[in-house]
T-cell receptor
Framework: AQSVAQPEDQVNVAEGNPLTVKCTYSVSGNPYLFWYVQYPNRGLQFLLKYITGDNLVKGSYGFEAEFNKSQTSFHLKKPSALVSDSALYFCAVRDIPGRHDYKLSFGAGTTVTVRA | DGGITQSPKYLFRKEGQNVTLSCEQNLNHDAMYWYRQDPGQGLRLIYYSQIVNDFQKGDIAEGYSVSREKKESFPLTVTSAQKNPTAFYLC?????????????FGPGTRLLVL
């Protein structure tokens, strides 16, 4: 099975500063990687995904993520954070690509707090 | 959350009681999933279904049951055998046509034990 790790439980940044949320993965084939965001007591919202091609993926709400194969990382970034970006962020990887169940394995999540 | 509805938003279960969580989608997706979310543990897969009348156990299926009689609906029953049911339950769906497909999530149901 594949796995992802989010090494930071919490990230705190000031509004207007760059935001980075880290994710590393472990897969045995081509990685399919996803980022989701969750606001309190809500479902997960899809931000972006990496399938193949350009290593810099752009997504919703000004977020982007950089795929780095040599470092097996897929860090989420935003150049200028907003207070409204405060939420719980999940990285996920397709579990066993090619097997037709399309399961996702999720990281434990990173809580982002953006202070005004 | 658009396209996937879950009800109720909050659900209370008494000791020994079975309860059913509803999940409906109008996205015409073939695949549907149930996840359980506990603080600090991310999401864990309970059951999934790739097509009507077929479903498979996920990583933590014990104490749960599902059915998939209609494409749009994938209800989850938390049985009395599930000894620690307090959690946030999330339903998701996808087109189910490849590894690149995105899963979309409903708003969730929070289950509490009385």
């Amino acid at each position: 099975a594949q796995s992802v790790a989010q090494p930071e439980d919490q990230v705190n940044v000031a509004e207007g500063n760059p935001l980075t949320v880290k994710c590393t993965y472990s897969v045995s084939g081509n990685p399919y990687l996803f980022w989701y965001v969750q606001y309190p007591n809500r479902g997960l919202q899809f931000l972006l995904k990496y399938i193949t091609g350009d290593n810099l993926v752009k997504g919703s709400y000004g977020f982007e993520a950089e795929f780095n194969k040599s470092q097996t990382s897929f860090h989420l970034k935003k150049p200028s954070a907003l207070v409204s970006d405060s939420a719980l962020y999940f990285c996920a990887v397709r579990d066993i690509p090619g097997r037709h169940d399309y399961k996702l394995s999720f990281g434990a999540g990173t809580t982002v707090t953006v202070r005004a | 959350d658009g396209g996937i509805t879950q009800s109720p938003k909050y659900l209370f279960r008494k000791e020994g009681q079975n309860v059913t969580l509803s999940c409906e989608q109008n996205l015409n997706h073939d695949a549907m999933y149930w996840y359980r979310q506990d603080p600090g543990q991310g999401l864990r897969l309970i059951y999934y279904s790739q097509i009507v009348n077929d479903f498979q156990k996920g990583d933590i299926a014990e104490g749960y049951s599902v059915s998939r009689e209609k494409k749009e609906s994938f209800p989850l029953t938390v049985t009395s055998a599930q000894k620690n049911p307090t959690a946030f339950y999330l339903c998701a769906s996808s087109r189910g046509q490849g590894d690149q497909e995105t899963q979309y999530f409903g708003p969730g149901t929070r289950l509490l034990v009385l």
